[in-house]
């Protein structure tokens, strides 16, 4: 079914071959620097979660509302966009790249293998493609690869020659010199690292520690009654202000046993003589502890651009409604991942095919764009000055119509 994707495997590289007179003069420099990606951010005084993309990925998609809802958000919005494949002569209803890609392997269909594509590279900025080949080279099966497993083997020219899979003790290691390259590594930019991407989770990891104590506070608050704490102020005899050890040790036992948590919410508290109950009310900065909240989770809806609304969170006035939200959502965030992912997708499986196709979201099937879709494409046919090669041109079809 595929035979269309056999080509004759390249010669191999060494790995410790010379350079190309092409390859980069400064990549032998940096052949060396692999990140870590481990350290932790920032001086004493705060504990912030580590940079690592296990321990961010727990602390802002698996312990964070905000995180995990924006993720899921951007993927699926991304993942359920129709894709189209062109070339410079005609766009195809049926292509073998679009058999591979609605069926990549037989635990997954599209939607899921891009859905799971883009969530790994919001959670590290870094995404893995595999590629299962037959015999003679023909892609039979894609699968997406986790990226808190895989590491960058650079070669002498600092260009991946490899890349090592590590699961517990075992380690599996893609050549990258041998033909076409079995591994598609989609990063996003990072100023400060050669060989990995930036996610916005990593960038966000300050507004999500701050969040997540928040709601840490939150719960230890219902834990105790619901009501900031108070104070029991010991009078005895002759003012005498001091417990015996084992006259404190009961109280403290009966406080812990019978009036906090939720469960003993309300329940009205006996005191002996000598004991005063004197309540505690909440403090400036406890009335100001929710609107912190919200401010972090705006700003982690930032880092993954995610217009608050969408989440929920109150106070976002970016937006005159919904559906310019929305629409902003699509055209800010949505569409530029899907078609630098797909563009990506396209360059590496032409390392297996002849010729080049283009494989793109279909714009006009986005349902979110349907309005400024339907002006563009009434604009461009009232252009009576263009002709029509030029108006295929600006609506994105290829500029020759097919047959002509």
Request: hydrophobic share 40%; glycine share 8%.
């Amino acid at each position: 079914m595929f035979d269309f994707l056999r080509k004759a495997r390249a010669p191999e590289i060494s790995a410790t071959a010379g350079p190309e007179a092409k390859a980069s003069a400064v990549g032998p420099l940096t052949a060396g620097r692999i990140s870590t990606r481990t350290e932790a951010f920032g001086g004493a005084g705060a504990a912030w979660t580590a940079r690592d993309g296990v321990s961010l990925a727990r602390a802002g998609f698996l312990g964070n509302p905000v995180g995990f809802r924006a993720v899921r958000l951007i993927s699926e919005a991304a993942s359920a966009l129709p894709l189209i494949v062109q070339d410079c002569e005609r766009r195809y209803e049926t292509h073998p790249v679009l058999d591979l890609l609605s069926r990549p392997n037989p635990a997954q269909g599209r939607a899921e293998l891009f859905e799971a594509l883009y969530a790994q590279l919001l959670l590290s900025g870094n995404a893995y493609l595999e590629a299962v080949t037959d015999a003679v080279g023909a892609v039979r099966e894609l699968h997406v690869l986790r990226s808190d497993r895989m590491h960058v083997v650079p070669g002498p020219d600092g260009w991946p020659v490899a890349y090592d899979y590590t699961v517990g003790a075992a380690k599996h290691r893609f050549h990258m010199s041998e033909g076409a390259a079995p591994i598609c590594h989609i990063r996003s930019f990072h100023p400060q690292d050669d060989h990995y991407g930036l996610s916005p989770l990593e960038a966000a990891r300050r507004a999500v520690d701050v969040h997540n104590a928040a709601s840490n506070w939150s719960k230890a608050l219902l834990d105790n009654a619901a009501r900031p704490s108070g104070a029991i102020i010991y009078r005895g005899d002759a003012g005498q202000g001091s417990m015996s050890p084992t006259q404190f040790e009961r109280l403290q036992a009966e406080m812990e046993a019978h009036h906090t948590g939720a469960r003993n919410a309300g329940r009205p508290m006996l005191l002996e003589g000598g004991l005063d109950w004197k309540p505690m009310g909440f403090s400036p900065s406890d009335m100001e502890f929710q609107k912190t909240k919200e401010a972090a989770a705006r700003e982690i809806a930032t880092a993954f651009g995610v217009p608050p609304m969408l989440l929920g969170i109150p106070g976002d006035a970016t937006y005159a409604n919904y559906q310019e939200a929305n629409r902003g959502f699509y055209r800010l965030t949505v569409l530029p991942m899907a078609m630098r992912v797909s563009a990506s997708v396209a360059h590496w499986l032409s390392g297996f095919i002849p010729g080049v196709v283009e494989v793109k979201p279909d714009l006009d099937q986005v349902p979110a764009l349907a309005l400024e879709r339907e002006q563009q494409w009434r604009r461009v046919g009232e252009a009576s000055f263009l002709s029509d090669a030029e108006k295929r041109v600006l609506l994105g079809l290829p500029p020759h119509v097919e047959g002509a």
